[in-house]
């Protein structure tokens, strides 16, 4: 079975089972999205296949694209602030995928598949994954609020490293701004622990330094004055 073939039987599957829930497939491209847009922004379904053909393994996750973060980073971005990578229609907010939700090693959990029988038994496990947990998830982190409960809760998280959802490269930046836009009380308070974090890693790695907290030409403290004037949302 070739990566085509398995990506056609994958969603002659799929997409009947979770059209209900407002998702399409996104056209194009040797992987897949399947996208759905949400009051915040998007949700996506993201994959592939290992492509030992004619051995095929689907690998996939979830991510959350939020308009009001995204606008603010690249508020940042137009202030002459660079970000690396730079902001972009694909930059998603924050992710998870059966592996991190489980604490699982392997990057699929589904069985190898060569037949039209074995891609249908894989979707089946995948619509039990969705529909259980992913969509719920999904649905619950349209509230900012519940994504502040997560990173910046009784014990703020000093990094997504082998947690259950990921906030990629923007990592400090999306903590802050959702703690903002969340009407987080502790907000301050998040403003030193993340600096306190950042200075705490780069003495871990071996390349101790202090930051010029006042410095307008470096990204945390641009965004954090940028975010002076940013109002929650609720």
Request: charged share 25%; hydrophobic share 35%.
């Amino acid at each position: 079975m070739t990566k085509t073939e398995a990506r056609g039987l994958m969603m002659k599957y799929l997409i009947p089972q979770i059209q209900q829930y407002g998702f399409k497939e996104r056209k194009g491209g040797s992987e897949f999205q399947i996208i759905r847009k949400t009051k915040g922004g998007e949700d996506i379904i993201n994959g592939g296949f290992t492509d030992y053909n004619p051995v095929q393994q689907i690998i996939y996750s979830f991510y959350k694209r939020d308009k009001h973060i995204l606008a603010i980073l690249k508020s940042l971005e137009e202030k002459g602030i660079t970000l690396s990578p730079p902001v972009s229609k694909h930059t998603g907010t924050i992710g998870f995928s059966y592996k991190t939700i489980n604490h699982l090693d392997n990057y699929s959990y589904l069985p190898e598949m060569e037949t039209e029988a074995d891609v249908e038994k894989c979707v089946g496990m995948m619509l039990e994954f969705i529909e259980g947990t992913a969509l719920p998830l999904l649905d619950k982190f349209e509230d900012l609020r519940e994504i502040d409960k997560v990173i910046n809760g009784n014990e703020p998280w000093t990094t997504d490293w082998k947690k259950p959802y990921s906030f990629g490269t923007y990592f400090n930046f999306i903590r802050l701004i959702v703690a903002k836009l969340a009407g987080n009380v502790n907000y301050n308070y998040l403003i030193d622990f993340t600096y306190n974090s950042i200075e705490w890693h780069s003495k871990e790695d071996g390349s101790p330094f202090t930051y010029d907290r006042s410095d307008l030409t470096k990204p945390l403290p641009a965004l954090i004055k940028l975010l002076e004037d940013v109002k929650s949302l609720y």
